[in-house]
């Protein structure tokens, strides 16, 4: 898009004066001067109107780049992005991620982030399932287990606060990176085994 520039707000604001002896329409004039300043903001808002519309994209954001974050939900689990090239590759990586709760994709985000996990789903007992599968109650028909490792699990002892867990695991970003995909019907139990 062609911008506006400050010469053309000028022009166009002496040529809407109306005339006559008291308003002198020179470029050259006091009046003139007056509204060159007036017409600097002009142009300046203008070239902003512009960058907007281009950062109506988030792989183009600048301005807008905080308004994009917020609305995608950046950054996400703590996470620290100091450049703008990769928040607007993080901007446009969330935006066209596609999202699934299939076990092989879950498994494929963890691996990305430097985790490996065993995603497994603990079907409740029926009539057509072979007798020697395991009794799991009911409530398992809505729960996800996944299998992760922690690098502390430590027990707690006498000494420890009555508030603390009593194992207390140092949990791990994924359970943040995945509670994202999980459907509100079913719950995700993580369980963590030491390494």
């Known amino acids: 898009m062609a911008s506006v ?3 053309h707000y000028l022009d166009a604001a002496l040529k809407l004066l109306p005339p006559g002896l008291a308003w002198n329409r020179t470029p050259d004039s006091y009046l003139a001067q007056l509204l060159a ?3 600097d903001s002009l142009e300046t ?9 281009n950062e109506r994209l988030p ?25 703008i090239e990769s928040r607007r590759a993080a901007l446009t990586a969330k935006d ?9 994709y879950l498994q494929d985000i963890a691996r990305k982030n430097g985790y490996e996990i065993n995603i497994v789903a603990h079907h409740p007992h029926h009539c ?16 996800v287990f996944i299998y992760t490792t922690s690098k502390s699990i430590r027990n707690a002892a006498c000494l420890d606060d009555i508030t603390n867990e009593l194992v207390m695991i140092e949990r791990s970003k994924i359970e943040c990176y995945l509670q994202r995909f999980c459907y509100s ?11």
Not at 60 to 83: H, K, M, Q, R, Y
Not at 128 to 143: I, K, M, Q, S, T
């Open 37 to 39: 300043c007036r017409c």
């Open 59 to 83: 792989s183009n954001a600048f301005l807008l780049l905080d308004d994009w974050e917020s609305f995608f939900g950046l950054p996400e689990c703590g996470t620290e992005i100091s450049t």
């Open 128 to 143: 057509r399932r072979d007798c020697v599968y395991p009794l799991h109650p009911p409530e398992n028909a809505w729960r």
């Open 5 to 7: 520039m400050q010469k």
């Open 45 to 53: 808002h203008n070239q902003t109107g512009h960058q907007l519309i």
């Open 96 to 104: 066209n991620e596609v999202g699934s709760f299939n076990k092989h």
């Open 185 to 195: 019907h079913l719950e995700v139990v993580f369980v963590y085994e030491e390494e």
